[in-house]
Every structure is written in C-alpha cells, then in structure tokens.
DNA sequence: CTGGACCTTCCAGTACAGGGGAAGGTCAAG
DNA sequence: CTTGACCTTCCCCTGTACTGGAAGGTCCAG
C-alpha cells in the first residue's frame, strides 16, 4: 500500500505520515523498485493507535514511548496507566486553572459592559484590566 | 529608567522588554548619549498593564490592539469587551473538552488499573487506548 | 586601570504537530 | 507520447512568548 493510500484509509495525510516516520512513530516501511514506500496492511492499525493516543490528549513522543515498549516486546500497561494517571492531573489543573481564569474574566467583562469612556483617564490604558 | 531597572521593577526581565518594543507593546524609549534605553516611570505601567491581560488569557497581539487604540486616543472598552467575550467564550469551549477528556481518559485508567498483560495480543499496541 | 556588572545588536533555538512548496522521478490512461 | 496524479527528498514556515548566547561597548568601584 502507497502512502497516499495508507493516508486516506487512515483519515491523514502523506506528509503527517513521512513527519510519523521521521519521529519514530511509524517503522520505516518497505520500498518499491521505484522507491515508493509500500506500506504493510497493520499500518493502518497502528496510525489509528496514534489517533486514539492523541485523543486521549498524549503527546506525539508519549505516544512514541508506548509503541516502544511494545516493539520492545513488553506490555506497555503499566507505562500508559502512570501516562493516562499524569494526563489527567495535568487535565483538572487546567480545568481549574480555566475555570478561575473564567471567574475573573466574567468579573472584568461584567464591568465593561457599562462602558464610561468619559471616566477613562487618557494615561491609563484600560479601567477595565 | 534603564532597562534592567525597569525590569526588575515591572518583574520581568530585560529580554522580555525588548522583546515587547519589538512586538509593538512598549514604545521605543529614549536613548541615552551611549545609547543605552532611557525609559519614563510610566512604562512600569505599560508594563503591568501587559501582565494584567496576559493574566485574563489575552495574548500579546491582543494586547497590543488595546494599546493602539488608546495611543491612537480612542477608549478601547468596546474593543476589550468584544475580546474577552470571545475569550470567555474560547475559555468555556476548553473547559467542556477537557471534561470530556477528563472522563475519557478516567474509563481508559480504570480498566488499565487491572493490568492483564497476558490478555494484550502482542500484534496490538495497547489493549487500552 | 582593571574587573565585573550592565548595556547594545544579532542570530538561533525552544515546544508542538505538522504545512507549503520546489525540484525531480514514476506510473497508468488516453 | 504526453498529461496528470502520485511519489521522492529537501528545506523553510506557521504561532506563542520568550530564552540563550556571542561579540562588543559602557559605567562605576576599588
């Protein structure tokens, strides 16, 4: 299978493809005479491994670490339950850190709605912020 | 005003100050006859002033729209509300995908808490994403 | 007069996940 | 035979807010 053709069954690019390959994500596959790369059908599996592993909100060089140690020929388990473990600390300290930054804002719109333009000083630059 | 005073003043770094004048956000002070910058006091103003919005999650070309209409003499308070509207409303968008997310990922960790590595067929990266 | 702290400009890089486009080779259809 | 779609490598660009470092000038204390 073409690049191209692993790129639309996957829902991706070429281009994101040969980036995957480059990072590590993909094996480099086989080439053809012509030096096309000519992918295996598991290819596909594996893009959408990357998919499901970005939607879990895990990074490219996470996702990398994971099919490592299954390359390795280990069961990476453990390694994603600490990741997904990490992920969402990291996940309700932003959910907090938005929500208080919503309040304040909430705050500081809720006061430019009335708008006194006349009441602003020419020096300061915004009453509201 | 020299530039590392008005750093340490405002609580940032000379760095960041000329990274600001280059971006449009401090004029370009006065220079000395060695030419170094001369700042006025009220650049520590313009200074926290850019820290106020950064803090209400504007960014810095956001920033910078606010200053301009006020250097330009006009009150910028429509501007501003229209801006943090939008960002409110960014704001609420991230947080129900992060608890989206969140949930997410929480079904993912629970089931990968029961480790059973010998249930991963080894041609599949990862039972759990 | 020397040393160190400060200042200047400019170039380059960080993280993240790709995208754009050039220059050239290949393949299948008409 | 040619055209168009596809493939190859290559390098640079995007956005965000800085940060690091080199090479050189300046200021002040001792």
């Known amino acids: 299978m073409k690049i191209g053709e692993l ?5 991706t690019t070429a281009k994101t493809l ?3 390959e480059e990072q590590g994500l993909l094996p480099p596959p086989g080439r053809t005479s012509s030096g096309y790369r000519d992918y295996p059908p598991d290819a596909i599996a594996r893009v959408d491994f990357v998919h499901r592993g970005q939607a879990a909100g895990l990074t490219l060089a996470q996702i990398r670490q994971i099919m490592d140690i299954r390359d390795a020929g280990r069961a990476p388990c453990d390694h ?9 600390h990291d996940i309700e300290q932003q959910i907090s850190q938005l929500s208080a930054l919503r309040d304040t804002i909430t705050d500081l719109r809720d006061d430019a709605a009335h708008p006194e333009p006349e009441t602003c000083s020419a020096d300061q630059v915004c009453r509201y912020l």
């Open 18 to 20: 040969r980036f995957y």
């Open 7 to 11: 790129a639309q069954a996957a829902g």
């Open 80 to 88: 994603v339950r600490d990741l997904l473990d990490a992920r969402l």
